[in-house]
């Protein structure tokens, strides 16, 4: 286990030497007692109470010292032996994209995010689309219909054919965007948009060709402006929906047990922000963001924000490549499925790293999007060339690789030394492990979603899911990063299982190195003295619900967990000791009184 240096702990002692008895007569707001509390302190120490005061951890202990700050005006919790954990970061997600889960735009072919839909499903939709209107465009005849969510390695043969959507929709265009970074059209699309053998690839994409040269309609990142250009586009989101989609999305990740989200959108402005900030202002917002940026965004800012420990602005986000699936992640060796393909970074290392030189001196610092090992290069060697040139420490900086999904055995070491954090979904690599060896060969696996092997390296990797790529709820990150395995608990023993990290491990990349990577591991990521505290009721989503070692619960940062209770039967629990996903349906749980009153006063407090 890596070791962060946390000034609270030196800055502790101090107290306790001045004024020790000062903070055991301390009285607390509320005790909480008999729980089963995984700290996430630097020894992973567990404690079973600890006391709250105007939103901080005043005491962490056992319950007979959590009592000692019973006052007369003092609540006392029994927790009944349930589990406590620090509030969970999602290290990158993309909070605005909550829009296609409570509001879609275009319809999703897949039934379920992070599930692949069938060719069959997939006609079918594009069949009831047609004749229903969902996801067609306006404007003239023959209409453009717009879906989204294809992933073909799930097909037999595994690629996209024009042809395939030819058969149920041979008159209107038809143009369906990848789950990620890729996109695909039928033949009527690629004629109205004059897409032939000989059209070149557009900047920043490909067009896939098979072996006679004829498109095979997919498009590897950026499609044909050509053919972009003729679909007519769905009007802008107003203000109101945008607050609207940014609310309700941020309670859907409240509820499965998020307390801190890292927003990785990289289009993020300025006006972004001030939506967010308008939203906090009027206590809408009531989860904790650290909200990455664009460039324009950061330089008009002027260096980073803190508002009220609640929005946290202080990183630009960019990309250097695309997705494995798609082939759009850039490598130094040719895909090992598609000969003299490399995938095209987006940026060149020079351009980068002035982007970040500036960056660093309005105090902001860079998370590139970054999943071949030819970009991960290219980051790194910015962000050696960019910390060298402005005489900055890494660690203060923290830079960070947003997925580092594939790296060369050489470059593993340099995290560490530059200080930058791998900022990993284990859920990517149990959704990738269906195509990854294809892409990649055997050897160059070896250094694909290696966690584990990073967390040896000293690197601190902080954890993530990339909603809406994958489902938000960090309780399957967890599992994958802990099995190897996908939600259905396959390939039996895990996908390369010696790379699982063990349950603490897993712990502490969803709590304190998310803190980490947002410079607050002093107040937020684990249960401590000092560090702020909400709690929170959690309410039952539908379709799941948590169970960690009896119910839920709970807490730090000012977000906080909570309390499965309730009327909504839960179908998925998770247990943290031992973290299986038990895929059954449980009994409903029925909690003491005094912890429903708790819980409710807590959530309208
Ligand atoms: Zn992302």
Same mark, same amino acid.
């Given at each position: 286990?890596?070791?962060?240096?946390?000034?609270?702990?030196?800055?502790?002692?101090?107290?306790?030497?001045?004024?020790?008895?000062?903070?055991?007569?301390?009285?607390?707001?509320?005790?909480?007692?008999?729980?089963?509390?995984?700290?996430?302190?630097?020894?992973?120490?567990?404690?079973?109470?600890?006391?709250?005061?105007?939103?901080?951890?005043?005491?962490?202990?056992?319950?007979?010292?959590?009592?000692?700050?019973?006052?007369?005006?003092?609540?006392?919790?029994?927790?009944?032996?349930?589990?406590?954990?620090?509030?969970?970061?999602?290290?990158?997600?993309?909070?605005?994209?909550?829009?296609?889960?409570?509001?879609?735009?275009?319809?999703?072919?897949?039934?379920?995010?992070?599930?692949?839909?069938? %060719? &069959?499903?997939? @006609?079918?939709? !594009?069949?009831?689309? *047609?004749? $229903?209107?969902? =996801?067609?465009?306006? #404007?003239?005849?023959?209409?453009?219909?717009?879906?989204?969510?294809?992933?073909?390695?799930?097909?037999?043969?595994?690629?996209?054919?024009?042809?395939?959507?030819?058969?149920?929709?041979?008159?209107?265009?038809?143009?369906?965007?990848?789950?990620?970074?890729?996109?695909?059209?039928?033949?009527?699309?690629?004629?109205?948009?004059?897409?032939?053998?000989?059209?070149?690839?557009?900047?920043?994409?490909?067009?896939?060709?098979?072996?006679?040269?004829?498109?095979?309609?997919?498009?590897?990142?950026?499609?044909?402006?050509?053919?972009?250009?003729?679909?007519?586009?769905?009007?802008?989101?107003?203000?109101?929906?945008?607050?609207?989609?940014? %609310? &309700?999305?941020? @309670?859907?990740? !409240?509820?499965?047990? *998020?307390? $801190?989200?890292? =927003?990785?959108?990289? #289009?993020?402005?300025?006006?972004?922000?001030?939506?967010?900030?308008?939203?906090?202002?009027?206590?809408?917002?009531?989860?904790?963001?650290?909200?990455?940026?664009?460039?324009?965004?950061?330089?008009?800012?002027?260096?980073?924000?803190?508002?009220?420990?609640?929005?946290?602005?202080?990183?630009?986000?960019?990309?250097?490549?695309?997705?494995?699936?798609?082939?759009?992640?850039?490598?130094?060796?040719?895909?090992?499925?598609?000969?003299?393909?490399?995938?095209?970074?987006?940026?060149?290392?020079?351009?980068?790293?002035?982007?970040?030189?500036?960056?660093?001196?309005?105090?902001?610092?860079?998370?590139?999007?970054?999943?071949?090992?030819?970009?991960?290069?290219?980051?790194?060697?910015?962000?050696?060339?960019?910390?060298?040139?402005? =005489?900055?420490?890494?660690?203060?900086?923290?830079?960070?690789?947003?997925?580092?999904?594939?790296?060369?055995?050489?470059?593993?070491?340099?995290?560490?030394?530059?200080?930058?954090?791998?900022?990993?979904?284990?859920?990517?690599?149990?959704?990738?492990?269906?195509?990854?060896?294809?892409?990649?060969?055997?050897?160059?696996?070896?250094?694909?979603?290696?966690?584990?092997?990073?967390?040896?390296?000293?690197?601190?990797?902080?954890?993530?899911?990339?909603?809406?790529?994958?489902?938000?709820?960090?309780?399957?990150?967890?599992?994958?990063?802990?099995?190897?395995?996908?939600?259905?608990?396959?390939?039996?023993?895990?996908?390369?299982?010696?790379?699982?990290?063990?349950?603490?491990?897993?712990?502490?990349?969803?709590?304190?190195?998310?803190?980490?990577?947002?410079?607050?591991?002093?107040?937020?990521?684990?249960?401590?003295?000092?560090?702020?505290?909400?709690?929170?009721?959690?309410?039952?989503?539908?379709?799941?619900?948590?169970?960690?070692?009896?119910?839920?619960?709970?807490?730090?940062?000012?977000?906080?967990?909570?309390?499965?209770?309730?009327?909504?039967?839960?179908?998925?629990?998770?247990?943290?000791?031992?973290?299986?996903?038990?895929?059954?349906?449980?009994?409903?749980?029925?909690?003491?009184?005094?912890?429903?009153?708790?819980?409710?006063?807590?959530?309208?407090?």
């Amino acid at each position: 286990m890596l070791k962060i240096e946390r000034l609270h702990a030196s800055m502790l002692i101090v107290l306790l030497a001045l004024a020790p008895t000062a903070l055991v007569a301390q009285e607390a707001d509320t005790v909480y007692v008999n729980g089963i509390v995984h700290t996430v302190d630097e020894a992973f120490s567990k404690a079973s109470a600890f006391a709250v005061k105007d939103g901080e951890f005043i005491y962490v202990g056992d319950d007979a010292g959590a009592r000692s700050h019973v006052g007369p005006l003092t609540f006392v919790v029994d927790l009944a032996g349930k589990t406590v954990i620090p509030g969970l970061h999602d290290a990158h997600l993309h909070i605005r994209f909550g829009e296609r889960e409570l509001y879609p735009r275009i319809p999703d072919i897949r039934q379920t995010l992070g599930e692949w839909a069938s %060719v &069959e499903r997939m @006609q079918e939709v !594009v069949r009831q689309s *047609l004749a $229903t209107g969902a =996801g067609m465009r306006p #404007g003239p005849e023959p209409r453009w219909l717009v879906l989204r969510g294809w992933m073909s390695d799930v097909w037999e043969p595994p690629a996209w054919q024009k042809e395939l959507i030819d058969a149920v929709a041979p008159d209107n265009p038809v143009y369906i965007i990848r789950y990620t970074h890729g996109s695909a059209a039928n033949s009527k699309a690629l004629e109205l948009a004059g897409i032939t053998a000989n059209t070149p690839d557009p900047e920043g994409g490909h067009i896939k060709k098979d072996e006679n040269g004829e498109p095979t309609g997919e498009f590897v990142e950026r499609a044909p402006p050509a053919l972009l250009n003729l679909i007519p586009p769905l009007p802008p989101l107003t203000n109101y929906e945008l607050s609207r989609n940014l %609310v &309700e999305g941020t @309670q859907l990740a !409240v509820a499965s047990g *998020l307390t $801190t989200l890292h =927003g990785a959108s990289s #289009g993020t402005s300025y006006d972004d922000v001030m939506r967010e900030l308008n939203l906090y202002e009027v206590g809408l917002l009531r989860v904790r963001i650290n909200q990455m940026v664009n460039v324009d965004a950061a330089k008009r800012m002027g260096g980073p924000l803190n508002y009220d420990n609640r929005l946290f602005v202080q990183s630009v986000k960019t990309l250097l490549d695309g997705a494995l699936g798609s082939r759009g992640a850039h490598f130094l060796e040719e895909y090992a499925d598609y000969p003299d393909f490399y995938g095209e970074p987006r940026s060149s290392e020079d351009q980068t790293t002035a982007t970040a030189i500036d960056l660093l001196k309005i105090g902001f610092n860079m998370r590139i999007h970054t999943i071949g090992d030819g970009a991960n290069r290219i980051a790194l060697n910015a962000f050696e060339a960019a910390l060298q040139q402005s =005489g900055k420490d890494g660690r203060d900086v923290r830079f960070a690789l947003e997925h580092a999904q594939v790296l060369t055995p050489e470059d593993i070491p340099r995290l560490a030394e530059l200080g930058v954090i791998a900022s990993m979904q284990p859920l990517h690599a149990t959704e990738d492990m269906h195509f990854a060896e294809a892409r990649l060969g055997a050897e160059r696996l070896k250094g694909a979603y290696i966690w584990k092997t990073l967390l040896e390296n000293d690197v601190v990797v902080a954890t993530g899911t990339d909603y809406s790529v994958s489902p938000y709820n960090p309780f399957y990150t967890l599992h994958a990063a802990v099995t190897r395995q996908d939600r259905d608990n396959n390939p039996p023993g895990g996908w390369i299982p010696e790379g699982a990290l063990s349950r603490e491990e897993a712990l502490y990349a969803a709590t304190m190195a998310g803190a980490y990577t947002m410079h607050a591991e002093d107040i937020l990521g684990s249960i401590e003295i000092g560090k702020l505290v909400e709690i929170r009721k959690l309410p039952v989503p539908v379709t799941f619900t948590l169970k960690i070692e009896g119910l839920i619960i709970t807490v730090t940062d000012r977000c906080i967990v909570a309390i499965a209770a309730g009327r909504a039967k839960p179908s998925v629990t998770v247990k943290v000791e031992g973290v299986t996903i038990l895929k059954e349906e449980l009994p409903t749980i029925d909690l003491p009184l005094e912890m429903k009153l708790q819980a409710e006063d807590a959530q309208t407090a």
